[in-house]
């Protein structure tokens, strides 16, 4: 019977000793997926950092030709903006910018706050920051805007571009 009951406190030892490893495996797998996509985040914040700021920059020289290797070219994507409201595809809107506000335009200068925010899924990421844009036009007029951004990009092989983006001006007064 000693024996017996050895064996069995033994088999139950063994048992919850390899429970115990199970346990360690999935919690050690855990924490390299948290810190993994903890790195990811990191570096995604970077990357995008850079590529929001050489956008604004590509938007400051003053003309539509400069910021067009941000954006996707298919002519069925949509990009919201403070006037018109809609321009369809990429010919549609480098065209009216263009003639909307940089011909008019002397200097422009846009630049994007500290307060970006970036979420990734796999090929797609969305950007939100808030921008403030200087525009002295060619009668000598300045007019200072902020505005709030919004960026759908997509990874198309080696680089990220946007496939929407939705610039607008908050209402007067608020």
Known sequence: MTASVDRASHKNA?????LLYVALAIVGALLTFV???AQQKATDEANFRKLIDSFCAAWSTGTAEAPAKFYAKDNDLIFYDVAPFAYH??????????????ENASEIKLTAG????????GMIAWTIVPMHM??????????EMDLRYTGIWENRGASWVLVHDHLSAPAAGS
């Not at 500290?114 to 899924?121: A, M, S």
């Open 14 to 18: 063994e048992r919850w000793r390899w």
């Open 134 to 143: 200087t525009e002295k036009s060619k009668n000598g007029k300045t007019t």
């Open 35 to 37: 810190g993994a996509r």
């Open 114 to 121: 500290k307060d970006l925010k970036v979420n990734r899924r």
């Open 89 to 102: 595809g990429w010919k549609e809107f480098h065209d009216g910018v263009q003639k909307e506000f940089l």
